[in-house]
């Protein structure tokens, strides 16, 4: 029999835990065409998992159809089911369009048809949003978003729903590839779209990167900026007891323990 040597790295003791640290998972519902996963972790903590879904890919561009075809119960429905194998404690359906585009009831029947699906609990990012200005106690806005017109008017209607005054809008007029939006526009838009009547921005749609210049931007426009991405993990964390992780983030620096 041959015999292998013995080695310093067989004789070492493990300081790691016996078992691996518990964690909690967070159900995510997104488009076909999310491109920002990663984004999304920047505000979990080391604890919470995410557990990514899409939905059926629909060859539009980026216009009311497509938001309506994103907002479809059935197929909401049914990818909720397909994330709820890992248990997750909620489920965040993550797109801001297809949560307002039929508005306040739009938004409920959303939320309706993640919970008949099986989920524990529902979260949208439209929903999230009213949710966090409400905590914020703030109700006249500026907004910026990567929309056609058509696509940014439903927001604004949808905001108004909840009696959130709309002061000034911008929207970058984009039909695909939002995800390619820059820091730099999108720091721009907001620079463009800020008056002193707005308490807040708001920066929609869950395909623009954000995670980076909510501190900065706050500082620049001394208001609180709030972020589709940000108000959607925001919302979901909250829903189990847990805080998102950003630092000079007023949304979160306000609503945390």
């Given at each position: ?9 067989d ?20 488009p076909?065409?999310?491109a ?21 890919f629909?060859p ?20 909720t ?28 029947s ?8 099986g ?7 439209s ?6 200005l ?14 056609v ?53 708001f ?13 900065p ?23 189990i ?17």
């Amino acid at each position: 029999m041959i015999q292998r040597p013995t080695t310093p790295t067989d004789r070492a003791e493990f300081a790691t835990p016996a078992e691996p640290p518990g964690q909690s998972g967070i159900g995510v519902v997104a488009p076909f065409d999310f491109a920002l996963d990663r984004e999304l972790w920047r505000w979990a903590p080391d604890d919470v998992s995410l557990h990514m879904t899409r939905l059926p890919f629909v060859p539009v561009p980026v216009t009311v159809d497509m938001a309506a075809a994103l907002s479809d119960g059935a197929g909401v429905a049914r990818a909720t089911r397909d994330v709820l194998a890992p248990e997750p404690l909620v489920v965040a359906y993550a797109c801001a369009s297809g949560s307002f585009v039929d508005g306040e009831s739009g938004q409920r029947s959303l939320c309706d048809s993640i919970l008949s699906a099986g989920a524990p609990a529902a979260v949208t990012t439209s929903g999230a949003l009213i949710t966090a200005l409400a905590e914020l106690r703030t109700d006249r806005i500026a907004v910026v978003t990567p929309y056609v017109d058509s696509v940014t008017e439903r927001l604004l209607s949808f905001l108004t729903e909840h009696g959130v005054q709309t002061v000034s809008s911008v929207g970058l007029g984009l039909l695909n590839h939002i995800w390619k939006v820059t820091y730099s526009e999108v720091v721009q838009a907001v620079r463009d779209v800020d008056t002193p009547e707005a308490e807040a921005v708001f920066i929609s749609c869950t395909n623009v990167l954000t995670y980076d210049i909510i501190e900065p931007l706050e500082r620049m426009l001394g208001k609180p900026v709030l972020a589709a991405n940000q108000v959607t993990m925001w919302g979901a964390l909250r829903a189990i007891g847990r805080d998102a992780v950003g630092h000079g983030q007023s949304l979160l620096d306000t609503t945390r323990p």
